[in-house]
């Protein structure tokens, strides 16, 4: 098994890829840069959060990720005519973040300067491969949920210092006492959490909407080219 999750995740990101995926997004390579940076380990936050909370769930969503195309040719997601978000992101998105997702995404977006719609697309992409190399090594490894958990644990506290500093996204998913990395670079120390629930789901909702959206009109544009 590779020794760092998330550096393995963050390799799938050359500048090929950014460049490709800045053109098929409508965003500056600079801005789409940021974007991996920030949703990739706070993707993976959340994989581990999950790992923590119900490892049996986690192994089996990484599982289901494991057959994306994304391990294999990350690239065809930002071409037009190819896979674009995979069919099951909205579900495995819903999975690990719940109803704190459009308030992540929605501080994603503010935080890189993209669109909305890129904030989102990043997460679709991204968080289905992060699952997937993870249910790659999962199986080559033969790991129970148990060793999985354990694992994941391991590189917790590197996940959490790559959070950008500028986001506080601890309070967003909830992760509490982060005082063990409060020292390291990007680590935040979460605020105090209100009791408003609604905001977040409503605008959760709102947000795998519109990824369902992106998938549809994805597929649209590959049928006309077809």
């Given at each position: ?5 998330l550096?393995?995740v963050?390799?799938?990101?050359s500048n090929d890829?950014?460049?490709?995926a800045a053109?098929?997004?409508?965003e ?32 089996n969503?990484?599982?289901e990720a494991e ?5 294999n040719?990350?690239t ?7 896979q674009?978000?995979p ?8 999975n690990i973040f719940?109803?704190k ?5 929605n501080?994603?977006?503010s935080?890189t ?7 989102s697309?990043l997460?679709?992409?991204?968080l289905p491969?992060a699952l997937g190399?993870?249910?790659?090594q ?18 917790k506290?590197?996940?959490l210092a790559a ?15 982060l005082?063990?990395v409060?020292n ?7 605020e105090k959490?209100k ?8 605008l ?7 990824l369902m959206?992106?998938?549809?009109s ?6 006309q080219?077809?």
């Amino acid at each position: 098994m590779a020794s760092d999750l998330l550096s393995t995740v963050r390799s799938y990101f050359s500048n090929d890829v950014i460049n490709k995926a800045a053109s098929y997004l409508g965003e500056t390579e600079s801005s789409v840069r940021k974007g991996p940076d920030a949703v990739i380990p706070l993707s993976l936050a959340g994989i581990v959060q999950k790992a923590e909370s119900s490892p049996e769930t986690l192994l089996n969503l990484a599982h289901e990720a494991e057959g994306s195309n994304l391990v294999n040719d990350l690239t065809n997601s930002f071409r037009t005519g190819g896979q674009g978000i995979p069919a099951g992101a909205p579900s495995l998105i819903g999975n690990i973040f719940g109803d704190k997702f459009g308030s992540i995404a929605n501080a994603i977006s503010s935080f890189t300067g993209v669109k909305g719609s890129t904030s989102s697309s990043l997460f679709g992409t991204i968080l289905p491969l992060a699952l997937g190399v993870l249910g790659r090594q999962a199986t080559e490894s033969n790991l129970s949920p148990r060793g999985l958990t354990s694992w994941l644990s391991s590189q917790k506290n590197a996940i959490l210092a790559a959070l950008p500093s500028g986001l506080n996204i601890s309070r967003l998913l909830g992760l509490g006492d982060l005082s063990s990395v409060k020292n390291m670079p990007g680590a935040t120390v979460p605020e105090k959490k209100k009791n408003n629930w609604v905001l977040p789901l409503i605008l959760g909702a709102a947000v795998l909407a519109l990824l369902m959206w992106l998938m549809n009109s994805g597929k649209k544009n590959t049928t006309q080219e077809a």
